[in-house]
C-alpha cells in the first residue's frame, strides 16, 4: 500500500485530508492484515512510527481500534498489537427474497449484534408490504442496536434481480417485480440518519466470501442459489459490476436451449436447472412436505439432506442431476474468467457435499484446461447468510474509507493510546 506522511501539526485543509487518508489506510490495513503492532503498521505501510501512534491514538478514541496481544517473533522488543473493534457502530445488512426477509448487523470486527428473520411469500404479496415487513425488521434491529448503545452507519439491502444505480429493482423475475423503488421506499418509510442503498443478493454474497487478507479468496466467483440463481465476480479482491451495474447474473445463461421456461420469460437458462425449483421438482411429489412454502428453506433443506443421508435413491439422483447442471455453468464462467476458485452458497452450500462429485466432474469435463485450470470447487460456511452478512459489510465500507465520520468518543482510563 502508498501511504502519505502527516507532517508538521497544522490546520490547512491539505493537511486534514491527508489525515483522513492516513486514518483511512491503517484501518483498511488492520482488515486486510490482522492484529500488527505499532511498528509493524509502521513499517507495513511506510509511515513514520510516531505517525501510526497518532493515527491509532485517533482511531482509538473514535473506537475503531484497541489493544490486542502481545506481538512475537519480531526483532528487538516485542509491541502490543492493535486490532480492529468498533463495538459501537454497525453495520446493517438486509434481504428481501422470494421466501424470506431477515437483517444483521455487524461490528467493525464481524461480531453479530443482531439477527432477524421473517418468513413470507413475497411472490403473492404486493411489493409495498413486503417492503413494509423490511421496514419493521430493521427498525426492531436498530431498536437492539440502541439497547447496546450501538450507532447504525448505513444500511445495504439484498434483493434477487437488477437493480439500478437509484435503489431501483428493475426486474426480479422470480418475485415477478419490475420497477419496483425499493430503495425511494425504504428511505421515505424509515427517515434514517444513516445511507440506506440497495443491492444485488448475489454481488453481495460476493463480497461476504471475498475474505479481506486472504489470497486465495481474491480472485472468486460466487454462486448464490435460492429459487433462481445470481453471484458475483471478484477479481483482484475487488468486485466486478459491469459498465451498468448488473454483472453476475449467472442464472440466465442459456443452457438448454429447447429446456423450460423462466421466470424472466426465456427458454434453457441455467437456473431452470440448477435452481432450488428443479431440485425439489426431482426430489419431490407435488403434495411432499418437503414443497410445502410454509416451511423454512432450513427446514426444507434439512429434511432433503435427511433422505440423502439415509440414501434415497430419488433425493440422490435429483442431487446428482442439479450437481452435474450446477458443474455446466460453473465450467462456462470458469472458462470465461479462470477464477482460483468457484464458492457455492445459498442452498447449494446446504446440500453441496451431496452435490459436490457430480460439480467437480461437469468443471473438469466443461474446462479447456487441464485440471479444470487450477479452478477448485469451495461450500460457502455462510449459507443463506452471505447476502444480508455483504449487505452489512458494505454499510460499513463507509467507515473503512473515512473513519473520521465516527465521531471521537472520550476513552476510558487504562484505554489504548
Known amino acids: 500500500m502508498r501511504s502519505i506522511e502527516t507532517g508538521e501539526p497544522g490546520h490547512s ?22 492484529p500488527r503492532s505499532r511498528a ?48 459501537g457502530i454497525a453495520g446493517l445488512g438486509a434481504e428481501l427474497n422470494v421466501n424470506h426477509v431477515n437483517t ?25 408490504e413486503v417492503v413494509e415487513r423490511l421496514v419493521e425488521l430493521v427498525e426492531r434491529t436498530v431498536a437492539d442496536l440502541a439497547r447496546r448503545d450501538v450507532q447504525p452507519v ?9 437493480v439500478d444505480e437509484d435503489g431501483v429493482l428493475t426486474h426480479g423475475p422470480n418475485l415477478g417485480w419490475r420497477d419496483v423503488p425499493v430503495g425511494p421506499m425504504l428511505r421515505e418509510r424509515l427517515r434514517p440518519a444513516y445511507d440506506v442503498r440497495v443491492d444485488n443478493e448475489g454481488n453481495l454474497a460476493a463480497l461476504a466470501e471475498a475474505t479481506p487478507g486472504d489470497p486465495d479468496r481474491r480472485d472468486v466467483l460466487v454462486i448464490f442459489g435460492e429459487v433462481g440463481v445470481g453471484g458475483g465476480i471478484v477479481a483482484d479482491g475487488r468486485l466486478l459490476r459491469g459498465r451498468q451495474g448488473y454483472a453476475g447474473e449467472f442464472g440466465h445463461m442459456i443452457v438448454e ?3 423450460r421456461r423462466c421466470g424472466c420469460g426465456r427458454v434453457g437458462c441455467w437456473e431452470t436447472v440448477a435452481g432450488l425449483r428443479a431440485l425439489l421438482d426431482q426430489a419431490a411429489d407435488p403434495d411432499d412436505p418437503v414443497r410445502d412454502p ?23 439422483a435429483a442431487l446428482d442431476q442439479v450437481g452435474r447442471w450446477v458443474g455446466v455453468g460453473a465450467a462456462v464462467l470458469a472458462n470465461a474468467l479462470n477464477p482460483a476458485a468457484i464458492v457455492l452458497s445459498g442452498y447449494f452450500a446446504a446440500v453441496g457435499h451431496h452435490m459436490r462429485s457430480a460439480i467437480e466432474t461437469a468443471l473438469v469435463d466443461g474446462v479447456l484446461a487441464p485440471g479444470a485450470g487450477g479452478t477448485r470447487v469451495e461450500l460457502s460456511t455462510l449459507g443463506f447468510t452471505a447476502s444480508v452478512r455483504g449487505g452489512a459489510q458494505a454499510a460499513l465500507e463507509t467507515v473503512f474509507a473515512d473513519p473520521a465520520r465516527v465521531e471521537r468518543r472520550p476513552l476510558a482510563r487504562g484505554a489504548l493510546r
Not at 154 to 162: E, F, N, R, S
Open 13 to 34: 485543509a491539505d493537511q486534514v485530508t491527508v489525515r483522513r487518508t492516513n486514518l483511512a489506510l491503517v484501518l483498511r490495513h488492520l482488515r486486510a492484515e490482522g
Open 257 to 259: 436451449p429447447q429446456g
Open 40 to 87: 509493524t503498521v509502521a513499517a507495513e505501510l511506510g509511515l513514520t512510527r510516531s505517525a501510526v501512534s497518532q493515527l491509532v491514538a485517533e482511531l482509538a478514541e473514535r473506537g475503531l481500534v484497541r489493544e490486542g496481544r502481545r506481538e512475537h517473533g519480531s526483532v528487538g522488543r516485542p509491541g502490543t498489537t492493535v486490532e480492529l473493534a468498533g463495538h
Open 154 to 162: 448505513g444500511l445495504t439491502v439484498g434483493v434477487a434481480g437488477l
Open 104 to 128: 444483521i448487523a455487524l461490528d467493525l470486527a464481524g461480531e453479530v449484534l443482531s439477527e432477524r428473520q421473517v418468513a413470507l411469500d413475497a411472490r403473492t404479496a404486493p411489493a409495498e
Open 294 to 316: 410454509s416451511l423454512s428453506l432450513d427446514q426444507r433443506l434439512t429434511e432433503i439432506n435427511r433422505r440423502a443421508d439415509l440414501g434415497d435413491t430419488r433425493t440422490l
